[in-house]
Structures are given as C-alpha cells and as structure tokens.
C-alpha cells in the first residue's frame, strides 16, 4: 500500500492541523494506522495509533505528550487516515509520517509541521 500525507504547515502555539494520510487501496483490511513524527536531530517517535479490535470497532493510542490535544481517526470508506492536532506546541514540530501495518510496515512520505512560538 501507498500512503500520502497532506496537510502540514506553519502555524502559531495554540493553533491546530489537521493531517491527512491517503492509501492506495482499501484500508479496510489493514489492522493498524497510524502517526508517527521525527524532528531535527531526534529518532522517529509513534504520536498516535488506530487499531481495529473487533468487526467495526477500533482503538486508539496516544504519545503522552499529545493526549487530549490530538485525535486520530480513519474512514475506511475513503481509505483515509487523519490526525486532528489542537492546542500546537513549538515542540510538536518536527516531520509526520503516517503508517500501516499490513505484515509489513508501511511508511508514506512525511508532511512537515512547524509551530512557531
């Protein structure tokens, strides 16, 4: 599967995003999505997680750093993923890439974030 992230952008503290990841195909099949991000001179860090835990119900995982501010959701329907970012901080800067795992993981291109303060 191919993935596209979207969305990024330069925003104030305290503004919010909203990334989009789009797939190539259904998603439908693929147990798990999610966000990742990497900034400057740090490793890649998981921000958020959307794995199917039954027939049509799904649960989510957050970075502590993120609860309560960011949401991630799918639509199977359009094969997309999002992630809502509210309340930015400088520290949340830094390149998104969105995931599937499907066997294998797969990575889309990164969106680049920037909050300035």
């Known amino acids: 599967v191919q993935l596209q992230a979207s969305g990024g952008g330069l925003v104030q503290a305290g503004g919010s995003l909203r990334l989009s990841c789009s797939a190539s195909r259904s998603i439908v099949s693929i147990n798990a999505m999610g966000w990742y991000r990497q900034a400057p001179g740090k490793q890649r860090e998981a921000v958020a997680s959307?794995?199917?835990?039954?027939?049509?119900?799904?649960?989510?995982t957050y970075a502590d750093s993120v609860k309560g501010r960011f949401t991630i959701s799918r639509d199977n329907a359009k094969n997309m993923v999002y992630l809502q970012m509210n309340s930015l901080k400088p520290e949340d800067t830094a390149v998104y890439y969105c995931?599937?795992?499907?066997?294998?993981?797969?990575w889309g291109q990164g969106t680049q974030v920037t909050v300035s303060s």
């Open positions: 995931a599937a795992d499907d066997r294998i993981r797969y």
């Open positions: 959307i794995r199917r835990v039954g027939t049509a119900t799904y649960t989510t």
